[in-house]
């Protein structure tokens, strides 16, 4: 009679199958939201996401000039946050800080909406907010739900507001309440289907994280953690 099969081992080869078929690099927005970060910093999140053929670097608006002329002519785009973390200063604040990243050449720009209305029902004021932006600002919107600290009823209002608004993503979380989990991605898609992009963030630290959140449904993983992952899948399937 043949050895029962090692459970174990089942696991390993469907994990390094996984790691084989998807392909993380062009998915993953390298990130470094760090309040200390410096130039040097920011100029070595640059060259790396360009060695590795991620998708994005994700800094403060800050640092968009220099991540902009770091990248200049290059494939990797230039991404900043609006309304980072809390999304809570005002409408005309957003605006301008979207809009002065805009004149500073940034490529995506990652919008915190407002979630104290979003949480008093206020969906209007949300929706003018997220949809005045944009309109004038012509670039790929991914608003951030930070769906961490909603309700299942709010995660859903929020998605719909903003896919109504005209955003080009939803985005999980900002990473400072708790990150991306493969229940609200799915969720996140079966709100928005196929006519949206779906960014999870925070928390994503492993090959296992990405795939599974991947798997789920996201086309965007914001990470700090973008060349550990690429390495360590690189090993798992060597």
Known sequence: MPPSANPRSHDLNSR?????????????????????ATTDHIL?????????????????????????????????????VIGFPSGATTAKVKLYE??????NGVGELDVVINLGW???GEANRVHQE???????????????????????????????????????FLKTSTGWQGGATVEDVKLLRQIGGDRIGIKASG???????????VQAGANRLGTSRGVDIIKLQAEAVS
């Open 118 to 120: 979003l949480k008093m």
């Open 44 to 80: 070595k999140l640059c060259d790396e996401a360009e060695r590795y053929g991620f998708a994005s670097v994700c800094v403060y608006p800050v640092h968009v000039p220099t991540a902009v002329e770091r990248l200049y002519d290059k494939k990797v785009k230039v991404c900043t």
């Open 130 to 168: 997220i949809a005045t932006i944009v309109e004038l600002c012509d670039r790929p919107i991914k608003a951030i739900l930070e769906t961490t600290i909603l309700t299942p009823a709010e995660k859903q209002l929020a998605a719909e507001i903003c896919l109504d608004a005209g955003v080009d």
């Open 98 to 103: 979207a809009q002065e990243a805009v004149e």
């Open 16 to 36: 390094s199958q996984a790691a084989a078929e998807i392909e993380l690099a062009p998915l993953i927005d390298h990130t470094l939201l760090a309040p200390a």
């Open 203 to 213: 928390g994503i630290r492993t090959v296992e994280d990405a795939i599974a959140l």
